[in-house]
């Protein structure tokens, strides 16, 4: 009995310290260059609509439901999805937006866990006429979650999908 009393407690021990160390924030984020001018990309990034069409989630769910509420490429404009379990379901509002330089948005995860994060998409023009379009999102750590984090990190989770998405965008740009 005091041998299982002792484990529980290492346990329990382990955990408090695992959730002590845990990074209670993360940042996440891909900067590509493309290119086009900002005249040509900001639409794909300012419209949820559009932004469907580079996103790495909308092809591991080609039966993904999706649902857009408000007027899209205005604040307050929601995407809703509901997919499978590699996309889960959520939405994403948008919050704030600088025509032709940056578009800020809200992340809620619903499932397969909730969470929230803040998103946004930025547009730097250079003279040649090449622009740098950075994909990131941040948020905070919740307890169990960030404990996973630790093994996992978020950038390791998702920068591979920011990559493919913001790829996905290149080839529609450049075609």
């Known amino acids: 009995m005091h041998t299982f ?12 310290l695992l959730a002590m160390i845990a990074p209670k924030a993360y940042n996440v984020s891909r900067i590509i260059e493309i290119n086009g001018t900002k005249e040509l990309i900001f639409p794909h990034l300012q419209y949820l609509v559009k932004q469907r069409s580079w996103s790495p989630w909308m092809k591991k769910d ?8 408000g007027i899209d490429g205005t604040v307050g404009a929601i995407s809703h999805w ?3 379990r590699d996309v889960g379901e959520g939405e994403q509002e948008l919050t704030k937006i600088i025509d032709g330089e940056r578009v800020e948005g809200k992340l809620r995860f619903l499932k397969p866990w909730k969470s929230q994060s803040d998103c946004y998409l930025t547009l730097l023009e250079d003279s040649t006429h090449k622009c740098k379009v950075t994909w990131g999102f941040s948020g905070s750590n ?14 390791k989770m998702v920068g591979k999908d920011f990559e493919e998405g913001l790829q996905n965008l290149k080839t529609i740009i450049e075609g």
């Open 82 to 84: 509901k997919g499978n």
């Open 5 to 16: 009393i002792y484990i529980l407690v290492g346990i329990v021990v382990l955990i408090a």
């Open 62 to 69: 080609k039966n993904m439901e999706t649902k857009l509420i």
């Open 142 to 155: 919740t307890f169990p979650f960030s404990i996973v984090t630790l093994f996992i990190g978020m950038d």
